[in-house]
Structure formats: C-alpha cells, structure tokens
C-alpha cells in the first residue's frame, strides 16, 4: 500500500492493485519531474497462457500508459531458457527456443486484451544476451556475491533443505536486472515474488552509474483451488482470453474468503460497490466479481449474457442455452442402455468408476427422473436430457 498522499493521488487507478513502491520517494521525484517515465514490464513465455493473476501488473502498465508513460514490454526469450528461480523449490526444466517461439505468438494476442499495443516499446533480451561473449558473461556474474544471491528466500530455504540449486538459476536474477540496464527502465512493475530481482535491476543500474529503477509491487493472487498462486499448469487459472463461459464458471467457482482479493485485483468495480457487494450475501458479491471480470476482456454486453446465463441455469434450473447433444451408442440386446455406457458418451465419466460415482452422489437424473442404481438400464427415444449436474448436461440422440 502506497504510504505517501501525493504519491497516492498521482497514481490513484493503481493504488489498490500496489502493494509496496521501493522506494516512495524516488518514485515522488520522477513523477514531480513531469517527463514520461520508461516503466518496464518482463514477460517469460514459460506458457502459452496469460491468466488474470498477470494481468494484475499489466493492468497497472496499461493504467500507466494512460496516465502518459512509456510502456517497455521486455519479451524474455533468453530469460526464459533459463527460468525463473521465484518461489520454486526445484531447478526449472529449460525451454527450447521453438517452445518459446510458440508461446510467445500466444502472448501476443493475449497482451493485446490489457495493453495498448500501439503505444508501447517492445524489446527481445535477446537483442543483448546473444551477443555476449563468455568473458561478458563473467563480467556480469562478478556484479554480485553468491553471499548476496543468498538473501533470496527461496534460495536460502533450498539450501536449508539440502535441495540443489544451480549456478544458472543465479543467472537469471542478473539476466532480469541487465534488461533494466539496457532499457534504462525508470519503474519495473512485478508482483510479490519478484522482489529480489527487482532489486537486482536498481543495483546493477547504480553500478553502471544509471538512476535506479523503482520497483512497483503487485500482491500475487491464489488460484481458484483457494491455495496455491495461480497458475496454469496447476490447473487453478482463468486465462484472459479464455471462452467468457469458462472464465465465468471458474470465478464461481472460488471460496468467499477469496472474494475481497478477487473484487480488488481481478476487476475494475470502483471500491464503494465492492463495499457495498461485501457486506451483502457472498454469492451476489462472486456473480457481480465473475460478470466484471468477463466484462474487463470480453465486454460488457458479453458479461451481461453470461450473468444471465447462469442465473437462467443455475439459479432457475434451466437447460443451458448451448446443450450439446450426443449419439447414443448401440442399445444392448434388450433394447435398453447402460446408463455408465450414456455417461461416458457424454463426457461425463471416464470411466466406469467415475460413472458409478456420479449416480452413488444422487446427481444423475435422465429426463425428470432421478436415476440412483448405477447398474440401471434406460430406454432411450431421442432427445432426453441426461444430466450429472447443472454443469454436465446434454441432448441424447440417436
């Protein structure tokens, strides 16, 4: 949270979404100085996806765009060979340049949905790092002490639990940094976990003589599993450009414990109405924050129909307004069907198992009848509706 009033007011659509400026008062001076500041942001393409817990710090460099700022946009396509060791409490598996590539085609469009592409610096470190010889790159290392790569958290807890860490993981803190060198960078933007490497940029900048950078911190945010930090590959994310159905479903999906976080940093509700939503019933305040943040990607009338959709679905106990419909497989010798065998047809299960689960919870229902003995034969005509949940529904055809 930013302390200083002025530096509040100057900086007022970011203000909830900062947790710590480093420092306040430099940041105040080159505000004061009226010049537009260079403010950079690294993306490591480790993924294809872009999910709204980065878009917490690309909001602030889109806000920062409009408030008349430079945005430099470095694309870390030899940073992330390495991998960023924030938080991890293992060596990162390196990427291979076609991977990168690929992901790095995604990103772009997805970046496209928060910044303003027109006004912004784009940079490859590439355009720095390849050319390095190996004695540049032993000049680099000498910038710091392993004493100093030391202070990292995640470092000294590895190295308290005797897990390895290797010296090209004590690269990367340096290869970040240099990028601010070389960009001249005036604010780095980053959330939470990446502290250590912001401040890495403010001293190699000191070194070479350079105003330092001042690091402009973002809170992280939790996943919709409500425990670990978002994140794709944990299967917890909502991607920005993510079908707004599923980005809807999965914001209501996450524990009302979550809802103030979610209210303050996924969404643009001005703080009066997140009051408000938070004093009232926990389910209208997560279709309010689910309806803002389909609305901050894919619009307002997009977020008006998903709203609606779900009230319609869930709330009514509608059909969907998108059922699917599926072939039933062939009816056994009796003329009935299995009802595991029209679960697994429809997606629902994967297995037998799963089947026998679904229908042992009291959730499979075929037409308006409840359907409670896994072992159940049905008669299919065409066109009931199978259902496992408000989630799992589909038009049976044949």
């Not at 998903?306 to 009230?311: D, I, M, Y």
Request: charged share 25%; net charge negative.
């Amino acid at each position: 949270m930013m302390q200083d009033d002025d530096l509040r007011a100057r900086l007022a659509p970011l203000a909830r979404t900062v947790e710590t400026v480093i420092p306040e008062r430099e940041l105040l001076t080159k505000l004061r100085a009226g010049r537009p500041l260079r403010c950079k942001f690294g993306i490591d393409p480790t993924s294809p996806v872009v999910h709204v817990g980065n878009g917490i710090p690309l909001w602030n460099l889109r806000r920062l765009q409009d408030l008349g700022h430079q945005a430099v946009l470095i694309l870390g396509d030899y940073t992330a060979t390495v991998g960023d060791p924030s938080g991890k409490d293992k060596t990162r598996p390196m990427l291979t340049s076609e991977d990168i590539e690929a992901n790095l085609a995604t990103w772009m469009d997805q970046l496209g949905l928060i910044i303003d592409m027109e006004r912004v610096e784009i940079r490859r470190n590439s355009e720095w790092f390849a050319g390095m010889s190996f004695m540049d790159v032993l000049a680099l290392t000498n910038r710091m002490t392993v004493q100093q790569m030391m202070e990292r958290d995640s470092f000294e807890q590895r190295w308290t639990a005797n897990e390895p860490i290797s010296v090209r993981e004590f690269l990367y803190c340096l290869m970040q940094g240099w990028d601010s060198v070389m960009v001249e960078a005036d604010i780095e933007l980053g959330g939470t976990d990446q502290t250590f490497n912001l401040a890495v940029g403010r001293r190699l900048m000191e070194q070479v003589g350079l105003a330092p950078q001042v690091a402009l911190i973002s809170p992280l945010i939790e996943g919709t599993d409500g425990h670990a930090k978002m994140s794709k590959s944990l299967g917890n994310a909502i991607g920005v450009a993510q079908d707004p159905k599923d980005q809807f479903g999965m914001a209501m999906r996450i524990d009302d414990d979550l809802l103030p976080k979610y209210l303050r940093l996924l969404t643009d509700l001005p703080d009066n109405e997140i009051d408000a939503l938070l004093r009232g019933s926990p389910y209208d305040a997560k279709k309010a924050m689910a309806a803002a943040v389909v609305g901050r990607y894919h619009g307002a009338d997009e977020a008006e129909r998903q709203l609606a959709e779900w009230t319609r679905v869930f709330s009514e106990g509608q059909v969907p307004a998108d059922l699917p419909e599926v072939s039933v497989p062939a009816a056994g010798d009796d003329g009935l069907w299995w009802i595991v065998d029209l679960l697994k047809a429809c997606g629902f299960a994967s297995s037998t198992n799963q089947a026998r689960q679904l229908v042992e919870g009291g959730g499979v229902r075929l037409g308006e009848a409840a359907v409670a003995d896994w072992r159940a034969r049905v008669a299919v005509t065409g066109g009931e509706i199978l259902r496992a949940s408000n989630r799992k529904q589909a038009r049976l055809t044949r």
